[in-house]
């Protein structure tokens, strides 16, 4: 792992408690559905960052970060909906959705900085 390229090393690292959610979610829990979006749109996030980072121009770098950042958002809903829902307890819940919001802050922070170095 990247570990000079914060938003690489915590996107990766939120993707591995995804999975460990995803897991929980679908043996204990029996659920398939909602488990299975969040899967797909918090594993995201981390894929969209790595193809960000070998992006061979600024506009691409920041297009994929773009995705991330929408995916992010997504990823947020989910953990939302699964903690309003009662389906996850809060406790579980409530620390993911803070390391999903720190991943909005960076990845948007990222995709600011980026676009004013075009100008």
């Known amino acids: 792992m990247d570990k000079n390229n914060v ?3 915590k996107s990766y690292k939120f993707a591995l408690r995804i999975i460990k959610m995803y897991r ?7 659920e398939y559905i909602l488990s299975n979006q969040l ?3 918090g594993t995201s996030i981390g894929a969209n960052v790595e193809e960000a980072c070998s992006g061979y121009t600024k506009r691409e770098f920041i297009a994929k970060l773009s995705i991330a950042q929408k995916e992010a958002f997504e990823t947020r809903y989910w953990l939302r ?3 309003d829902s009662e389906l996850v307890e809060d406790r ?7 390391d999903c919001e720190e991943l909005i802050r960076i990845i948007t922070k990222i995709i600011v900085t980026a676009k ?3 100008k």
């Open 7 to 9: 938003v690489k090393e």
């Open 39 to 41: 899967l797909r749109s």
């Open 81 to 83: 909906l699964l903690r």
């Open 92 to 98: 579980y819940i409530n620390s993911m959705l803070d």
């Open 24 to 30: 929980y979610m679908t043996k204990e829990k029996k």
């Open 116 to 118: 004013n170095n075009i």
